[in-house]
């Protein structure tokens, strides 16, 4: 589904990753893992375009969307979440999910004209619906009328994610989901991505949490230093050689 051939990028004389491919299978939990600083972020943001590559083509299906911009490239159907978890405070969680959505069928001019004050058009009570029942996904339906400024860390985690999901991309990029949240939280998020890819889209997951993605991923690829150093199953991950240098070090 996703080709990431040869890929590099260069931060004027920092090399942040090197010659980097791997290819996403649909329907298939991918994690990507590594040290901080290896690269893990920096290939997202390559991906969804918001740093063009020095070298390298990535592909979807058979589209090369190395050098489109980030608008196509999430209307093309890759979408992706920010460590930040930043939503709009002044929003409630209904309408941050509602946001989500690149491009909400237009509403009949002439019903917008001459609706009523206050009251929603039926392609707004479609999205209000749809985002509820996103919302229902990450059980969080019951707080769909509070305002974004009310949520902790891992309330803004979810909802971010539902905001991503309710367009229901090919592909989404998710990064560090469990960054800042404690054991249950972490486990809550590994069952999450579980769904996620259960409706059809294929989760690509970005953490330094090696344990929650041996949990979690179908499949795994570790960089180090901006240079993938392993691909292979978490079983096999946990084995590696490489793997184990990159995050105990050398004896």
């Known amino acids: ?55 390298g083509n990535i592909f979807l299906d058979d589209l090369n969307i190395t050098e489109k ?11 992706r979440t920010f460590q930040g978890a930043d939503l709009v405070p002044s929003m409630t969680v209904v309408e941050n999910v509602m946001s989500g959505i690149y491009n909400p069928q237009k509403s009949d001019i002439i019903q917008t004209f001459f609706r009523k004050p206050f009251k929603k058009s039926d392609s707004e009570k479609e999205l ?24 902790v860390w891992a309330e803004r985690q979810l909802v971010q994610i539902a905001r991503a999901v309710i367009s229901m991309p090919k592909v989404l990029l998710l990064d560090e989901p469990a960054a800042g949240l404690g054991n249950n939280e972490t486990k809550q998020i590994g069952t999450i991505i579980k769904k996620i ?6 989760p690509v997951v970005v953490s330094h949490d090696m344990k929650m993605l041996m949990d979690t991923a179908d499949y795994i690829t570790v960089l180090n230093f901006g240079e993938k150093i392993f691909e292979g199953s978490p079983e096999q991950a946990m084995k590696d050689s490489r793997v184990l240098e990159a995050y105990l070090g050398k004896e």
């Open 197 to 202: 890819r259960d409706i059809g889209i294929t």
């Open 1 to 55: 589904m996703l080709s990431i051939k040869e890929v590099s990028k260069h931060f004027g004389g920092l090399i942040a990753l090197k010659n980097v491919s791997f290819n996403i299978e649909e329907n298939r939990i991918h994690g990507i893992i590594g040290p901080n600083g290896s690269g893990k972020t920096t290939i997202f943001n390559c991906i969804s375009g918001l740093l063009p590559v020095t070298s």
């Open 128 to 151: 209000y619906n749809k985002a509820v029942e996103t919302l229902k996904i990450f059980n969080i339906n019951d707080s769909a009328e509070r305002w974004g400024s009310e949520l």
């Open 69 to 79: 911009p980030a608008y196509e490239i999430s209307k093309l159907g890759i979408r």
